[in-house]
């Protein structure tokens, strides 16, 4: 082991990284923690920037233009877009991470039309971290602090991702009831769960055809219900309640689905190089086909460094050999025994022992040694680098080539995997996320080991379909903080699988719709109906309304030549339609009087006796003669007279228990000089007499004709 007074490369490395950094201190954005939720916030100023593509190949760094920061390290706004946005909807996604949180805010005009509004990094306080009591107020202050202004956004949440077990399927098309029972079963046949654990979901893709017979294509998969409630019940507890929960993978598939990244047609593979794990997905046509865990990560890199820089000392918490995962059961993970010191083509030194910089890696604790080893690989604060730099990245790449070997192979079995599997030819183009793909050596190495285009995604890249109008971070590392928590924000319900809304709540809602709908339907129906019945009656009352008025026109313009023949014609006329009317009144009148007798007779009053005078003697004389014609016109009002009715004579008895026989009778006869017919009523005579051993008033009263 080197002295402590010697200074070696990785010495030199270390002072060199820390030096540049201060004195780029003012050019770079520190997201330093603070007392809860420190305020480091970059929102919208609008900028131009040169062009890259959308999924970043290892070349030179492109200078971008400076923000403008205060002191404080928040980038302020030219042109807020508050006033802009705040009508529209806000999507927020939030990706809870090892050591901290990250926020982006995108504002979903309207389709695919989306803009950046805003993103935030925001480190754990010291003695906080996602399983402490602390961390739930630390997480309501950092998401005030974020979407506080904004009103009610959508938050999108993601679980991880080790708890994801999808797969690409194919199934015999059958009635729309009867999908989901199919896809369950097919897809519980390969991967057998526990119903009171996992969740169960699936997306229909499109359709196939496979031996002349047509098959849905279907990507199912289950997850954590234990991790979905968490999440749910964290949120809810701050009173922040998610509107959506997925996966990184699906993170991922946002960028290709909204184009923000184009991918187009190609097969694409991502490996996220996580903390403990790795993961690898592969996507074709935008959609996610497969996606597996493997445990080989940046522990595994750092424990590597160690156990090569002090003889094999054991690093707490790793675990470096690999195990396959449920979701490719067929893959045997290779083991590696302790790497030997090679050297390259160029015959390159590696420096193996444990230097002065390597010491302080060796005896830090976890953070530390974290910390140390993201400065030795993150070269995005470099322009180009020494010799001794140089050669210090080469021994640091030498360290961990096993572990980069080892995911190499995992890699390698699952395109095997794939290809077999899906019978199609295996990805075309290899990105990677996570810490370490800004580590271009080893990307650069995974990528020509595989023979493919390497590379990193970029959200904030300018080639990016997503309108952007606030600065992005200046670093790709920086960049690279907010890849999840971008696809996150890119969420929609009609391209992001929802483990809060599942193909069984969708089907209650479609059975939902379908009743609103024929609800809807109905009344719409009788409304058209009303309306048509509405304009078929103004149309015919408009035609009515043309024939009165073209009536009254023609009255109008009608002048009849009156003369005094005309009108005497006229009045004998009207006077023979007169006694015609009045001989039929004269013919019904005794039908009329009984009648109303019989109505106002009440069942206590017996009637025995009924007699009318109904025609005068003078009425049966009739002439022939024109003279007699001519005195009977002259004369016809009094004949009208002497054709009514004089008198009306009732002859009866009152039998009534309850009631007095005076009162009774007394009654009868007001209601009887009540009646148009009838005029003034008088009692002829009346007394008390006994029928059938019971006293009754027996009465005769004359009645005048009205």
Request: charged share 25%; with cysteine; glycine share 4%.
């Amino acid at each position: 082991m080197a002295k402590r007074d010697d200074i070696s490369s990785t010495e030199k490395l270390l002072d060199a990284i820390r030096n540049k950094t201060n004195e780029t201190e003012e050019e770079t954005i520190e997201f330093a923690p603070s007392d809860m939720a420190p305020e480091i916030e970059i929102v919208g100023e609008p900028f131009k920037s040169e062009k890259k593509p959308s999924i970043e190949v290892a070349k030179p760094q492109v200078q971008l233009p400076k923000p403008h920061e205060t002191s404080q390290g928040i980038i302020e706004p030219k042109n807020p877009l508050k006033s802009l946005t705040s009508v529209k909807t806000m999507v927020v996604g939030v990706s809870i991470r090892h050591f901290d949180v990250t926020m982006v805010m995108i504002n979903r005009i309207s389709g695919q039309n989306r803009e950046l509004v805003k993103y935030k990094k925001i480190p754990f306080s010291p003695g906080i971290n996602r399983d402490s009591k602390q961390f739930p107020e630390f997480l309501k202050s950092a998401l005030k602090s974020f979407c506080g202004s904004y009103g009610n956004v959508e938050l999108w949440v993601s679980i991880p991702d080790e708890t994801l077990d999808n797969r690409y399927l194919t199934i015999p098309r059958v009635s729309e009831k009867k999908i989901s029972n199919a896809i369950y079963w097919t897809f519980r046949k390969e991967v057998p769960f526990d119903e009171s654990e996992m969740i169960f979901d699936y997306e229909i893709i499109g359709e196939t055809t496979e031996d002349n017979v047509k098959k849905l294509v279907v990507s199912a998969y289950v997850v954590s219900k234990q991790a979905v409630n968490g999440i749910k019940t964290l949120f809810s507890d701050i009173k922040f309640p998610v509107f959506g929960i997925s996966v990184m993978p699906f993170a991922i598939q946002n960028f290709f689905r909204t184009k923000a990244i184009e991918a187009g047609n190609k097969k694409i593979c991502t490996i996220n190089i996580g903390l403990e794990h790795s993961r690898i997905d592969i996507f074709s046509d935008c959609n996610l086909i497969m996606s597996r865990n493997v445990k080989t990560g940046i522990d595994s890199m750092i424990g590597a460094i160690r156990e090569e820089s002090e003889g094999a000392i054991a690093f707490e918490g790793m675990e470096d050999e690999p195990e396959a995962t449920e979701s490719i059961p067929v893959v045997e993970i290779e083991t590696f025994d302790t790497p030997k010191t090679v050297t390259d083509s160029n015959s390159t030194e590696y420096v193996t022992s444990a230097s002065p910089g390597l010491e302080e890696l060796l005896k830090s604790d976890y953070d530390t040694a974290r910390k140390i080893f993201f400065e030795i690989i993150n070269q995005s604060k470099f322009v180009t680098l020494t010799d001794e730099e140089q050669r210090v990245s080469e021994t640091i790449f030498h360290l961990i080539s096993p572990v980069a070997e080892r995911l190499l192979r995992q890699v390698e079995r699952t395109f095997e995997y794939y290809s077999r599997t899906y019978r199609t030819s295996g990805p075309e183009i290899l990105i990677f996320s996570g810490p370490t793909s800004t580590y271009k050596r080893l990307t650069e190495h995974i990528g020509n080991q595989l023979g493919l285009e390497s590379g990193i995604i970029d959200p904030f890249s300018s080639s990016n379909q997503l309108g952007q109008t606030v600065p992005p971070p200046r670093s790709l590392s920086e960049r690279e903080n907010f890849t999840h928590a971008y696809g996150l924000a890119l969420s929609d319900m009609s391209h992001t699988p929802n483990l809060l809304y599942t193909y069984r709540q969708k089907e209650v809602d479609r059975q939902v719709k379908k009743v609103n709908y024929g609800v809807i339907s109905t009344f719409a129906i009788l409304l058209i109906v009303c309306i048509m019945t509405l304009l078929g009656m103004t149309q015919k009352m408009n035609s009515k309304e043309s024939e009165i008025n073209e009536i009254r026109t023609s009255l109008d313009r009608f002048v009849p030549n009156v003369d005094q023949k005309l009108l005497q014609d006229m009045y004998i006329q009207v006077q023979k339609k007169k006694a015609i009317m009045k001989r039929y009144a004269l013919n019904c009148i005794g039908t009329a009087v009984i009648s109303e007798i019989s109505t106002k007779t009440p069942d206590s009053i017996k009637l025995t006796g009924f007699e009318a005078e109904l025609f005068s003697p003078s009425e049966s004389e009739t002439s022939t003669t024109s003279k007699q014609q001519e005195s009977k016109n002259k004369s016809r009002k009094d004949t009208i007279k002497q054709e009514k009715i004089k008198t009306l004579t009732i002859t009866g008895y009152v039998k009534d228990e309850s009631m007095s026989l005076e009162s009774t009778l007394a009654g009868y006869l007001v209601d009887l000089n009540r009646s148009p017919m009838f005029g003034k009523v008088t009692i002829q005579k009346k007394a008390l007499i006994m029928i059938e051993e019971e006293e009754v008033l027996n009465f005769t009263a004359i009645v005048e004709m009205s």
